[in-house]
């Protein structure tokens, strides 16, 4: 149990459907992460959250769209995803800057 | 941001230490050096930090050179459990997320 929780596990999506990724984090923490793990490649950052505002956004496609409600809740909600978006997706916390991150076990996407 | 060079695979055998090597020259005085592990089909796990001095926790034993230049992780007791691609980054205190993760070091313990 990481104090981080990730649902769904697995997903598969069809390119024009609609989904969303959920993460719950009980740790108090108050900065959220979403990255992406492609096969064979390192761990890529996609957004950053502090306090439920959006600080980062690597230059990710506008079919992934994020949401943080809360500092203990965050969505990365899908549409008309392409299938090299196939990917383990991770959430991540940590309670400010300089902490270490806490992770999730992630979501295996899989986009037919 | 600097960069970290780690070897792509290492073995250890259960019990011994593993020693797992990073070099990260261009490393500047107000970065830290991180640790984290993947093991199968998990998110990565921290392990340990460390600025300047030595640090030791449950898990690991961190040593940085004094010249900062590079790192070694210390598992002093290896077990199969520990069998898990090993990160080395480098990132500022101010900007914790900005970790940029690497290719890591896949560390194999065998019995």
């Known amino acids: 149990e990481t104090g981080v929780t990730q649902t769904p596990r697995h997903l598969v999506m069809g390119m024009t459907n609609k989904k969303s990724l959920k993460c719950e984090q009980h740790l108090g923490h108050n900065a959220m992460y979403w990255y992406k793990q492609s096969a064979k490649k390192p761990l890529e950052l996609m957004f950053v959250y502090n306090f439920k505002e959006q600080t980062e956004n690597n230059s990710v496609p506008s079919r992934f769209s994020p949401e943080c409600p809360n500092s203990s809740h965050l969505f990365l909600h899908l549409h008309t995803l392409q299938p090299e978006d196939s990917a383990l997706y991770l959430c991540?916390?940590?309670?400010?800057?300089?902490?270490?991150?806490?992770f999730g076990n992630g979501t295996r996407l899989t986009v037919t | 941001d600097a960069k970290t060079t780690q070897p792509t695979s290492m073995d250890c055998a259960e019990g011994r230490a593993a020693n797992l090597p990073c070099n990260h020259s261009t490393i500047s005085g107000n970065e830290y050096v991180y640790w984290y592990r993947q093991i199968h089909s998990q998110g990565p796990q921290y392990i340990i930090h460390?600025?300047?001095n030595n640090e030791t926790n449950e898990m690991a034993s961190l040593i940085i050179t004094e010249d900062r230049k590079s790192s070694t992780l210390i598992l002093p007791h290896a077990t199969l459990r520990d069998t898990a691609v090993y990160y080395c980054?480098?990132?500022?205190?101010?900007?914790?997320?900005?970790?940029?993760f690497g290719t890591g070091t896949r560390l194999q313990v065998f019995p």
């Open positions: 980054i480098v990132s500022d205190g101010y900007n914790t997320d900005k970790l940029i």
């Open positions: 460390g600025l300047k």
């Open positions: 991540a916390s940590s309670p400010e800057t300089y902490s270490p991150l806490h």
